[in-house]
């Protein structure tokens, strides 16, 4: 049926079981069982997700279909809960729906027009109501961040897909004659068709890649992520994944007058177009280039539009000042940089502090937060920061991004990272597989595993004809950070946030400003000699030049050496267990050494720019976490080197 030749199409709400809306999805879809019997096992799916969707939930069961939310209220408590269905002339479309559209009203106009009528204000209802007009062709008219699956049920269609730079999850497993789906792993794992199981890939994404993962991989066996900027259908024909948003290379049209308009005026819109919220809205601020531009922005409209003032958000380490050194990689310490910038701009500033145990403590909480070792500290800190954000804000902006979009970080003006044919935030790989047992890296075949990680990133780069050989390699670096580090960043600080509840926005990945800045040549953006020069640019006037001038100083992370004694201690203790399931994975002579070293060998960090000694034990415990809590299965038989130097089982597959 066409609806467009319709002159009204009345939305006829069919049910909604519970009142549920963003932020945690899962479904299942099976063509041999009837899951309106199957309650208990979606609830089990869904409520595993409930720190995402703390204030609602909602199920959906047909015959060969069920849909399970968690709601976080955002936008429209009434009127947007979740799963939601609708009937638009013959045709039954159920909707589950993670995320926030900031161009709603620009999709409503055109939808009302074709003869579509709301009954509430919620993007949920417009995103619904806009597939049924447009299908798969709506994608591109988005303008947000979503993960979201629409049920259609006379076509016996599943129809799933996530936002162009991966802002929000989206895990599946495929099985035989079924179909599971969830924000989060945890979600998949409820379901008894998922068990954690590494295979060889799986362990090579654990122990080479972790805390980034390749596009695509869901780890456990059997399991896949659904990529950035991609779509998948599943019927009784199978599954069909498609892509309908890619990066590409053009010749930069603009001087740089133009240009810096361009960006700012791109980043004030998004800026202004994800303030949209019936509750109320704070901002992370360091008091650095990308968070002060966001608060900047957002106090400005809120100023204009009559709204109260921006409540804004430090972190800080307890005695950090006294443990604080300048490195190439934390330049200052950003709280009196914070207090500048609120003070500037009016801001209702506070600041979290957090000490060594507490951030040592949180730990496994924050590796349950992101089913899979992470960050470390960076991880943990971030957990229990947005922990106490959420006490009295339920959105908050963030300048998440900003440095793999204009190319902030040390790495791209580092000749040894533009000249290494590796990823170029994990330039001491060689040193990382030292620590690792010499049997379990050769069964991971542990060289080739990441180079060919790397090339089939190196292999999506769109390439510009003629482009001199420098410029296409800034080019390659630039499409490495957008596609394989952020989203390791984005994932952070999406599965921390909503461990509390609380939903993170981060306006640097509007796909407009990602496209506009991806093609400008890099001695624009390097504009007077600076990294990010071009941003700089655009926002004088909008910050006090000392801010915009600020060298680069990424998220904190403790230099209190009470951590590193912490997780050191910690570390060594579960090497000296028999029973933990680390024994032969990792090399521990290696790491007892490591443990005595009176320097730091990762002075130079192994992993981005934070992650040296301290970070690397707590790596180890958060690993030691994820393998036992599961508990974790593998085909690897590890050889178990005694005390004695005797081995008690032998490697095999």
């Known amino acids: 049926m066409d609806l467009g030749r319709r002159p009204v199409v009345q939305a006829e709400d069919l049910f909604q079981e519970g009142r549920s809306g963003v932020c945690g999805i899962a479904g299942w879809i099976d063509w041999q069982k009837d899951l309106r019997q199957e309650a208990a096992l979606l609830e089990r799916m869904a409520a595993a997700l409930t720190p995402r969707g703390p204030d609602d939930a ?30 638009y002339g013959r045709r039954e479309l159920s909707i589950v729906y993670n995320g926030e559209l900031y161009n709603t009203e620009d999709l409503r106009r055109p939808l009302l027009a074709k003869g579509y009528q709301f009954r509430g204000h919620s993007d949920t209802e417009v995103l619904l109501a806009a597939y049924a007009a447009w ?31 991966g802002v929000k999850p989206l895990f599946y497993a495929p099985r035989p004659d079924a179909f599971l789906f969830a924000s989060e792993l945890k979600g998949l794992l409820a379901h008894p068709l998922v068990a954690p199981e590494l295979d060889r890939d799986g362990l090579a994404e654990i122990f080479l890649m972790a805390p980034a993962r390749t596009p695509g991989h869901g780890v456990f066996r059997g399991v896949s992520e659904l990529r950035p900027g991609h779509a998948l259908r599943y019927s ?36 202004e177009r994800q303030l949209v919220s019936d509750v109320g809205v704070s901002a992370l601020l360091s008091g650095g280039l990308d968070s002060s531009a966001v608060a900047a922005f ?71 937060a ?12 971030l957990y229990l920061f947005c922990r106490q954000i959420k006490e009295e804000s339920t959105v908050a902006l963030s300048g998440e991004s900003a440095d793999e979009v204009f190319g902030g970080y040390p790495w791209f003006v580092r000749p040894d990272a533009l000249a290494a044919r590796t990823f170029p935030w994990a330039l001491r790989q060689r040193d990382r597989l030292a620590l690792l047992d010499a049997d379990f890296v050769r069964y991971l075949d542990a060289d080739a595993y990441v180079e060919r990680r790397y090339q089939e990133a190196l292999d999506e780069v769109p390439r510009l004809p003629g482009e001199p050989e420098a410029e296409a390699r800034m080019r390659e670096i630039l499409h490495l950070n957008i596609t394989r580090f952020l989203p390791t960043l984005l994932d952070r600080k999406d599965r921390m946030s909503m461990a ?144 004695a130097g005797t081995a008690a089982e032998a490697a095999s597959d």
């Open 500 to 643: 509390s509840g609380l939903e993170v926005r981060v306006p640097f990945c509007d796909h407009r400003l990602v496209e506009y800045v991806f093609n400008i040549p890099w001695p624009m953006k390097m504009l007077h000699g600076q990294r990010k020069g071009i941003l700089r640019e655009a926002l004088r006037g909008v910050l006090p030049d000392d801010v915009v001038d600020r060298p680069k100083s990424p998220y904190p992370s403790t230099p209190d050496p009470r951590f590193l004694q912490t997780v050191r201690q910690g570390a060594l203790a579960v090497l000296a267990d028999s029973r933990s399931p680390l024994q032969g994975l990792l090399n521990r002579p290696a790491i007892e050494r490591l443990a005595r070293a009176d320097q730091d060998p990762f002075a130079l960090p192994w992993f981005s720019q934070l992650m040296g000694l301290a970070q690397w034990f707590a790596y180890v415990l958060q690993l030691e976490a994820f393998m036992r809590r599961g508990p974790v299965t593998t085909p690897y038989r590890p050889v178990i080197r005694l005390a």
């Open 58 to 87: 909602g199920l959906v069961l047909q015959e060969h279909a069920a849909l399970g939310h968690r709601r976080l209220i955002v936008v429209d408590p009434e009127g947007g809960a979740q799963p939601m269905t609708r009937r």
């Open 236 to 271: 009784r024909k199978g599954v069909e994944v498609s892509r309908y948003w890619a990066l590409e290379a053009h010749e930069h049209p603009d001087d740089v007058d133009t240009t810096v308009r361009s960006v700012r005026e791109l980043l004030r819109d998004t800026i």
């Open 135 to 165: 299908g798969a062709d709506c994608l591109p008219r988005l303008n947000g961040i979503f993960a979201f699956a629409i049920w259609d049920r006379q076509a016996e269609e599943l129809f799933l897909a996530r936002d162009r730079l």
């Open 298 to 368: 957002a106090t400005a409209a809120l100023k204009r539009d009559g709204r109260p003032p921006l409540r804004t958000w430090a972190v800080e380490f307890a005695d950090m000042a006294a443990h604080f050194r300048p490195s190439d990689f934390q330049t200052s310490l950003d709280g009196p940089w914070a207090a500048k910038v609120a003070a500037h701009l009016g801001t209702d500033h506070r600041t979290v502090t957090l000490g060594a145990q507490e951030v040592a403590g949180a730990l496994e909480a924050a590796m349950l």
């Open 370 to 381: 992101r089913d899979l070792p992470g960050m470390a500290d960076v991880d943990s800190s």
